[in-house]
């Protein structure tokens, strides 16, 4: 009887060591592919998605040392989770670039428009000062537009330093805040559009 005990134990933890033995290929595979398909995203998700891919690769570290420990199941798991995060992230990656090319576009179009107008607000102060307003602009107006060019002018400096630094879509929202103040200072001024 004792016997019987023991074969059917050992026939159980070989049946076990073969079944673990049996996940650890598709484990590995799994886990080789979903690393693959994120090398193949991390220098762009680097820069467009960082939050995204700091959560995936520490999920890959997760799973390699799921697989040290030879939790097998463990490592399909994350694998397969991982395999998931990838695709997320290229799709992230692909949309921000696209925001990031039409921003460049924008930014292109903006830095010849918005300049000419901070020139001609800059002639028309520069006019206005020291002289006697014109009907159309009183006092409060005049004070309000001045303060509205330093605005343009400090947020157009910020906007080409975003540009330079490589952050078009930063860069791109600035420009356009520049761009609606002027019109607003072009208005307070008595100008007609630029």
């Not at 999920?59 to 798991?77: P, S």
């Not at 159309?136 to 004070?143: L, S, T």
């Amino acid at each position: 009887m004792q016997v019987s005990k023991t074969l059917i134990a050992i026939a159980a933890s070989t049946l076990l060591f073969a079944g673990c033995a049996n996940n650890e290929d598709p484990a590995r595979q799994s886990l080789a592919a979903a690393e693959a398909s994120l090398a193949e995203i991390r220098v762009d998700a680097a820069k467009f998605a960082p939050e995204e891919l700091q959560t995936a690769e520490a999920r890959l570290a997760k799973a390699k040392e799921n697989l040290a420990k030879e939790e097998y199941k463990d490592v399909l798991g994350d694998a397969t989770q991982l395999s998931k995060e990838a695709a997320s992230i290229k799709e992230l990656v692909v949309s921000k670039q696209t925001q990031a090319v039409a921003a460049t576009h924008e930014w292109e179009a903006l830095s010849e428009e918005v300049p000419k107008m901070v020139k001609a607000i800059e002639f028309r102060v520069g006019t206005l000062s020291g002289s006697k307003l014109p009907t159309e602009v009183n006092k409060e107006a005049f004070e309000s537009a001045k303060a509205g060019l330093a605005l343009m002018k400090s947020l157009w400096a910020e906007a080409s330093a975003a540009f330079n630094a490589g952050n078009t879509l930063e860069a791109a929202d600035k420009a356009r805040m520049v761009q609606a103040k002027g019109e607003e200072v072009i208005g307070q001024l008595g100008m007609s559009p630029v």
